[in-house]
């Protein structure tokens, strides 16, 4: 399993598509109230304001790189068919949208609200159906999150979750600010050169073990070097104690000598 994904990261990189994943057929992937008789995506934009809102940001930030229908272009993959869970993981991790071309847009600060992002999302839909939904996720077995994590995704983002090099300067990013859903669409989804894990291959529940993980091991840098600290962990606290006792070593043995010297 291992082997196969790490292959998949060794290969060449074609820079604007990854393999989608099986588009498990989603009845309700296109939620706009465009009806069946109505001619194009666009013309329910007016009537609903969600979708007016969406196809507006839409073509501002989005359509010069995918295209006004999401068809795409050199500078931008087609968007037909990618998933709710894609288009809000890319907007919501902030990759999207980007200035220009770049091989591995970065996690940032979103450009844009929730609420914008849902309309965008919702546009997005209404170039067509398919793609993964964006997942839930509810609170999982930690145990099993662990060994899951340790088999499936240690080997690129490493046991931790700080992240790792993979090849020609790709990185696996650090899991550090993957909330729980963004962790579960990123499974589904497989951004970049990350492997889709599709329900045939973790199941809701595995899914929910896994995301509940990443948030323990985020929960663990956070909080186990105390707040000053921050992440470096328990290591600094462990060189803080020790730097204390020091002090203190060289104090008594003043101490001691001064009054040997009285
Ligand atoms: C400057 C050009 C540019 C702009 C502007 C831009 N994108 Fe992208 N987008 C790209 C490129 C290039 C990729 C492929 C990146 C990669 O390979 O990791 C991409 C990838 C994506 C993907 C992943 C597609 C897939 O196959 O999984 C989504 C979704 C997406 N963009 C949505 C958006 C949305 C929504 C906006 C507007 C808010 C936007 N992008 C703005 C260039 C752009
Ligand atoms: C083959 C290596 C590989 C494996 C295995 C892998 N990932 Fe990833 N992962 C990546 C890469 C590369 C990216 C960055 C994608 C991009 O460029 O947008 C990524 C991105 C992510 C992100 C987004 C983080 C951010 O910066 O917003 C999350 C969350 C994530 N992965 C979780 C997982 C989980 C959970 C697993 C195990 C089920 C896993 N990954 C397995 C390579 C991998």
Not at 130 to 153: F, H, K, N, Q, W
Not at 212 to 217: G, P, R
Request: aromatic share 4%; with cysteine; hydrophobic share 40%.
């Amino acid at each position: 399993m291992i082997a196969t994904v790490l292959g998949l990261a060794a290969g060449p990189v074609p820079l604007p598509g990854h393999a989608a994943p099986a588009p498990t057929p989603t009845p309700g992937a296109t939620q706009t109230s465009a009806g069946a008789a109505s001619p194009g995506p666009t013309s329910a934009a007016s009537a609903d304001p969600v979708a007016a809102r969406g196809a507006d940001l839409y073509l501002r930030s989005c359509a010069s790189c995918h295209g006004p229908a999401g068809q795409g272009s050199q500078r931008g993959p087609a968007l037909v068919g990618v998933g709710p869970a894609s288009v809000d993981f890319q907007l919501s991790t902030g990759r999207m949208p980007i200035e220009k071309e770049a091989a591995q847009p970065p996690h940032r600060r979103p450009a844009f609200s929730a609420e914008e992002i849902r309309a965008i999302v919702v546009h997005v839909g209404s170039f067509g159906g398919g793609g993964p939904e964006i997942p839930s996720v509810a609170p999982g077995d930690l145990r099993d999150g662990r060994e899951l994590y340790l088999a499936t995704c240690a080997a690129c983002h490493s046991a931790t979750g700080i992240g790792a090099t993979l090849t020609n300067g790709f990185v696996a990013p650090s899991l550090d600010r993957s909330s729980p859903i963004q962790v579960a669409e990123a499974v589904r989804v497989g951004p970049g050169l990350m492997p889709a894990f599709p329900e045939s291959v973790l199941s809701q529940e595995q899914l929910n073990a896994l995301a509940s993980y990443v948030q323990e091991l985020r929960g663990d840098k956070l909080d186990e070097g105390g707040a000053p600290l921050g992440r470096l962990g328990p290591t600094t606290e462990g060189l803080v104690a020790w730097g204390i006792g020091l002090v203190l070593l060289v104090l008594v043995a003043r101490w001691l000598s001064s009054r040997a010297g009285e």
